[in-house]
């Protein structure tokens, strides 16, 4: 069974920068990362395929920057200019192995991870 497990979340002011981490225990073609607000839809972020297609969010385009390492199966998120709307909970995802299909939409993702908390103040 795949394992997620995220860190590098925190808290900082607005314009300050994180970066995040997802170790998986093996690695899948689709991989990605998501926010979740409180009362609100799970959003998708950005994904990377093993191929090295990256696709941004619009709300994070120019300001995010996803990576992955296919050795170790890590992805990390680099979250610059951060402003307080990207205050949420983060979860790593990933698809089954015989998917090879992409695409930001939550239901498309089958294992997930704990969750890492990211609070921007202004």
């Known amino acids: 069974l795949l394992q997620l497990v995220e860190s590098g979340g925190g808290s900082v002011q607005t314009g300050g920068s994180l970066r995040l981490s997802c170790a998986a225990s093996?690695?899948?073609?689709?991989m990605g990362w998501f926010r979740q607000v409180p009362g609100k839809e799970r959003e998708g972020v950005a994904y990377?395929?093993?191929?090295?297609?990256?696709r941004y969010s619009d709300a994070v385009k120019g300001r995010f920057s996803l990576s992955r390492d296919k050795v170790k199966s890590t992805l990390s998120l680099q979250l610059n200019s951060l402003k307080p709307e990207d205050t949420a909970m983060y979860y790593c995802?990933?698809?089954?192995?015989?998917?090879?299909?992409?695409?930001?939409?939550?239901?498309?993702?089958?294992?997930w991870g704990q969750g890492t908390q990211v609070t921007v103040s202004s």
């Open positions: 093996e690695s899948r073609f689709c």
């Open positions: 995802a990933a698809t089954e192995s015989r998917t090879r299909v992409c695409s930001l939409s939550p239901g498309l993702f089958d294992y």
């Open positions: 990377i395929t093993t191929g090295g297609t990256v």
